[in-house]
């Protein structure tokens, strides 16, 4: 049996792995974004499909029995993609999306509908602003001359930045540890990140909670209505071993 993965998370590593073990054939796809990326097990193709189309048409040419979303909660474009190809081919979808994170007691998070939103009212009410959403939509903060913006990426940003600026390339996992030291060495107030979700990286939400510092958490996008959606690699497992 052959399963295609839309990957580029950790679950989507971690599902490659179990199905791999589990004797199924795997052919992960990652979009190509990071020039180093972390690998799954397995077959790996690199690159866009060219829409939905370009996904239906790549479905027809290849022996797939299932395909499986494991995209991050924010990439909106490849999931409709998924749903739509998946509709022409008749080939099964299943939606792996890792539960959002919800605030605790203590938690000061301001909710927020976009990357606009967030990059508003960061530049209102707040100074330093820890920015860990990646560094595909750093344009909306680059505006702001007054405050500074400490930026946490992979790879360095190709977008004009704001001016006051300080980068910090890295990859996590990071401990709470990690992140109080850089939230207190930078005299962070205010920390913006996307509702993604997951253990890897909690541990800034634990941070500013312990510090008493604001989070703006956008909010996930709307993703295409799909019929089975589960949260974790494991019950795409089971579910893929109970049918076959
Ligand atoms: P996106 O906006 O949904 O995708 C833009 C285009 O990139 C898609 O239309 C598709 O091109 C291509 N693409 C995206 N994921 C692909 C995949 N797994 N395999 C093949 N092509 C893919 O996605 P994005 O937000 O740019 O994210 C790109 C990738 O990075 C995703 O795979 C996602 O899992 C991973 N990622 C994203 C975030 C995030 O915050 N957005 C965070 C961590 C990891 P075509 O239309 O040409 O097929």
Redesign the pocket.
Known sequence: MHALI????HE?RELARLLVDAGWYVTS?????VAAPRLPVGEV????????A??TRWLMGSQIDVIID???P??????Y?AAEAANATGVPLIALHRPAWTPEPRDKWILVQSMAEAARIAAQQFHHVFLT??R?QLAPFADDPHNLYVIRAVEPPQVVLPKRNRVILSRGPFTVADEKKLMRDNQIDCVVT?N?GGELTRAKLVAARELGITVIMVQRPQLPKVKTVVHTPAEVLQMLSDSV
């Open positions: 839309l990957g580029g998370t989507g796809s990652l979009a190509g974004r193709r690199v690159g866009g499909f060219g829409g939905p370009g996904l494991a995209t991050h924010f990439a909106e474009r490849i999931s993609s959403i990646g595909q996307k993604s």
